[in-house]
C-alpha cells in the first residue's frame, strides 16, 4: 500500500467523533493515570530521560533506574559533566547502551548550545543525538503542552484499533500514517494529557494480548470492536530469523586471585562497557584458545573447566557464551585503561553488559 492521501486520512477521520474521543480519553486519563516519577512535574529533562528509558523497556523495570539517575544526575548540568563510565554504570542493566551514551552527548549540547534549557523547537530538539520523531513530539507535546504527535507501538496499537488501519506497523510509511492521523486528532488545549492518555490507554487497556475492550473508555469509537477484529490488529510482519554467535568468554585469573576484563571499542553493539575476553568461536576453535590468549593478550595460561553457559537474546542478535575458567602466572604489559586485572571486590565499580553482569555475579557469590 502506498503512503495515504489527504483524502484517506481524512476518510479514516471521519469514523471517529473527534471531540467526544478528546473529551473521553482525557478525562479517563486524569482518573486513572498511574503514579509515575517523571508524571511529578513538566520538567522536559525528566520527560527526555524517562522517554530514552522506556524504549524498549517495561514501566516497572525503567522506575528505579530513573529514580537512581535523577539522583545521581538531577539537572542537565550534571548529566552533561558526568564521565561516560559513571553514566554507563548508572544505566548498567537497562541495555541498549548507546542511549546512554546518545543521550549524554545531546546534553552536552543542550548545555553548550542553549544554555541547558532543552528546546522548545522542533527543529532544535531534532538536531540533536538519539531524539527521533516519536522523543521529539513526547516532550514538545508531554513537557511543553505543544500538540505534536508522538507515535510509539502503544500509540500505533491503539489508533490501528480504533480506525481499523491494516497497515504493517513495521514499515516506516505506516507511522507517517499514524503521525498524520494524530496530528489531526490530538486536542490542541490538552496535548500533554492527550498523548499520554493514548500512551496510558495501550500499557494498561489496549494491551497487545487479550485487551480490556469492556473497560475502554473509547469503545463506543473503535472500529475493530464493532467489526470483532480487534485482537487481529495491529499488524506486523515476523521479522527475520536472528543471527547466533558462539563464544568462549574467559574467566582469567592471575595468581593473586585478580581477574582479566577489557573495554569494548568506542563505536558498536555495548560500546565502552567492560567484559570478560571473548573468543568468538566462529573464527578460533577452541583447541587454539591458548595461542589465541596468548597472540591476543601476551599470556600464558592454563584453560580449565566450564563455569556455566550464557544465552543473552538482543534485538538482531543472540549470543552463547561457554564461560571459560583460566589461570596464568604471567602480568599484563597492555594499556590498562582499556585491558587490565582487577580485584573480585572493586570488580562492581565497573559497568558491564548484562551478559556479563551474570558471570562477575558467579565471581562474587564465591567471594561470599
Not at 520538567?43 to 516497572?60: F, G, N, R
Not at 521529539?136 to 507535546?141: D, F, M, P, R
Not at 562497557?273 to 601476551?298: H, R, T
Request: net charge negative.
Amino acid at each position: 500500500m502506498k503512503n495515504m492521501t489527504t483524502k484517506q486520512i481524512s476518510q479514516y477521520l471521519e469514523k471517529v467523533d473527534i471531540h467526544a474521543f478528546r473529551r473521553e480519553l482525557i478525562t479517563w486519563f486524569e482518573s486513572e493515570m498511574r503514579d509515575l516519577p517523571w508524571r511529578q512535574d513538566q520538567d522536559p529533562y525528566k520527560v527526555w530521560v524517562s522517554e530514552i528509558m522506556l524504549q524498549q523497556t517495561k514501566v516497572d523495570t525503567v522506575i528505579p533506574y530513573f529514580n537512581r539517575f535523577m539522583e545521581q544526575f538531577p539537572t542537565v548540568h550534571d548529566l552533561a559533566e558526568a564521565e561516560e563510565q559513571q553514566v554507563l554504570k548508572a544505566w548498567e542493566g537497562l541495555g541498549y547502551y548507546s542511549r546512554a551514551r546518545n543521550l549524554q552527548n545531546a546534553v552536552q549540547e543542550v548545555v553548550a548550545t542553549y544554555g541547558g534549557k532543552v528546546p522548545d523547537n522542533e527543529e532544535q530538539l531534532s538536531s540533536l543525538k538519539g531524539i527521533g520523531p516519536y522523543t521529539k513530539g513526547a516532550i514538545l507535546s508531554i513537557a511543553y503542552n505543544q500538540p505534536e504527535p508522538a507515535v510509539d507501538g502503544n500509540v500505533m496499537r491503539v489508533l490501528s484499533r480504533i480506525y481499523f488501519i491494516e497497515e504493517d506497523i513495521a514499515k516506516p510509511k505506516a507511522r507517517k500514517t499514524f503521525e498524520a492521523i494524530l496530528r489531526e486528532l490530538i486536542d490542541p488545549d490538552n496535548p500533554s494529557y492527550f498523548n499520554q492518555g493514548l500512551m496510558e490507554l495501550g500499557a494498561l487497556v489496549c494491551t497487545p494480548k487479550s485487551p480490556s475492550c469492556l473497560l475502554c473508555p473509547v469503545q463506543a469509537h473503535c472500529e475493530g470492536f464493532k467489526l470483532g477484529r480487534q485482537t487481529e490488529l495491529p499488524i506486523k510482519i515476523t521479522k527475520k530469523k536472528k543471527n547466533v554467535k558462539r563464544y568462549w568468554a574467559l574467566v582469567i585469573e592471575n595468581t593473586k586471585g585478580d581477574v582479566l576484563i577489557e573495554k569494548r571499542p568506542d563505536s558498536g553493539l555495548l560500546a565502552n562497557l567492560w567484559q570478560f575476553p571473548m573468543m568468538d568461536l566462529s573464527d578460533v576453535d577452541p583447541e587454539f584458545a591458548k595461542q589465541w590468549i596468548q597472540q591476543a593478550y601476551g599470556l600464558s595460561v592454563t584453560v580449565g573447566h566450564k563455569l556455566t553457559d550464557i544465552n543473552h537474546v538482543f534485538s538482531h542478535l543472540t549470543w552463547d557464551l561457554e564461560v571459560i575458567r583460566c589461570k596464568t602466572d604471567d602480568s599484563l604489559s597492555l594499556d590498562p585503561d582499556d585491558v587490565c586485572f582487577v580485584s573480585k571486590t572493586h570488580i562492581d565499580d565497573y559497568p558491564f553488559p548484562v551478559s556479563h553482569q551474570k558471570i562477575r555475579q558467579i565471581l562474587l557469590n564465591e567471594q561470599s
